[in-house]
């Protein structure tokens, strides 16, 4: 028999390193990253749209900034129970505590606005941000590894994650170490969509496939929920819309429900995008340097 192969995930801890006062955590260090590589691919998506590269790269700030904002009071809202008496603890952002769905609302009113104001299409924005968000999900998931947090139900499985003692406990399973690493599961998900989306925008540009403008936004939606809305069920610290934490009972999901309504608002989106495009359109030109 061949031998089993374990793939066990221990997280090294937040910290990457610190001098004096000055603390660099891996989560500060993957956002920084996903920002980067983000900026990188929208900037060439945006020249093969015929939109100025140089308009991305002033909204990518505002877009950033607001996301967090909106990530940061998206989680406190929904638990509030935990900051009652310290609320000077919900600005402690380094110390986890973020939820996407918060960053995708803030974040397209912020694109929204600048669209507005720079006379841009919306749609067609949104259509070469989507993919860095997913890169940046994918890559900013590991920053739940380092902390040690948003994992899932206990498992056997070989690529199972081990959790210290204290944080098992805290979590309602104090005989258990290893649990199901739903940050690997969303970060490999959304690498998929992340491909997908590429793979479609070459496509619609080479006029391949009818790919109007908004239908990459909304296959993200679509794609991005789908694969949310299972992973979500493995996790024990979800967000509860009804029900108590930690695990809801009685209850919902918040994420759930969310994955839900962005899987039909990007369906329809698509289907009218769809019927109301012509059967035919050359790919947009690309603008030069």
Known sequence: ??????????SPGPLLFQIGPIAVR??????????LLGLVVSTRLARRRGIDPGLITDLLPILVLSAVVGARLYYVAFEWRSYQGQWLEALAIWKGGIAIHGALIAGTLSVWLFCRWNRLSFISVMDVLVPSVALGQAIGRWGNFFNSEAFGLPTDLPWRLTIPANQAIAAGFPGERHFHPTFL???????????????????????????????????YLISYSLGR??????????????????????????????SILLMLVGGLGLWWLLRQAPRSSAPPPETSR
């Open 26 to 35: 891996w989560y500060g260090l993957l956002i920084a990253l996903a920002v």
């Open 1 to 10: 028999m061949l031998p089993a192969v374990v793939a066990e995930f221990t």
């Open 185 to 219: 599961y969303e970060s490999l998900w959304n690498l998929l969509v992340f491909g997908l989306l590429l793979v479609l925008f070459q496509q619609g540009r080479q006029g391949r496939i009818r790919l109007p403008d908004g239908a990459l936004t909304c296959t």
């Open 229 to 258: 809305l299972w992973i979500e069920g493995l996790r024990i610290d979800p967000l509860c819309l009804i029900g108590l934490p930690p695990s809801c009972e009685g209850g919902l999901r918040m994420a759930q429900l969310m």
